[in-house]
């Protein structure tokens, strides 16, 4: 079990999270995650929400109808949680 699951519990916004952070220098979309966490798209575009909404998260519109999704890395939130993230598993691997 991941070392966050073991604290936090297994949600679809931390599942959404700890895929951004694996994956935070890069773009993805919203099927991109739903492929990598097994999560639906529904799932994720609903959790996602939140994330952008506290600037955790940065969406970025590519064309009419596509959107991208990247960890804002300008963001103190954003680094928090990166330095505990990387911090707790350390800790409890």
Do not use: C, W
């Not at 916004?13 to 995650?33: A, D, R």
């Not at 799932?43 to 999704?69: A, Y």
């Amino acid at each position: 079990m991941d070392p966050l699951e073991k604290i936090f519990g297994k949600t679809a916004q931390m599942t959404v999270l700890k895929n951004l952070i694996e994956h935070q220098n890069e773009s993805t979309y919203l099927s991109g995650i739903a492929e990598e966490t097994g999560l639906s798209h529904s799932s994720v575009s609903r959790v996602i929400t939140p994330l952008i909404e506290s600037g955790i998260v940065i969406e970025k519109p590519l064309g009419k109808q596509i959107r991208t999704f990247q960890l804002n890395m300008e963001s103190d939130a954003t680094k928090l949680i990166i330095d505990f993230y990387n911090r707790i598993n350390q800790m409890l691997e």
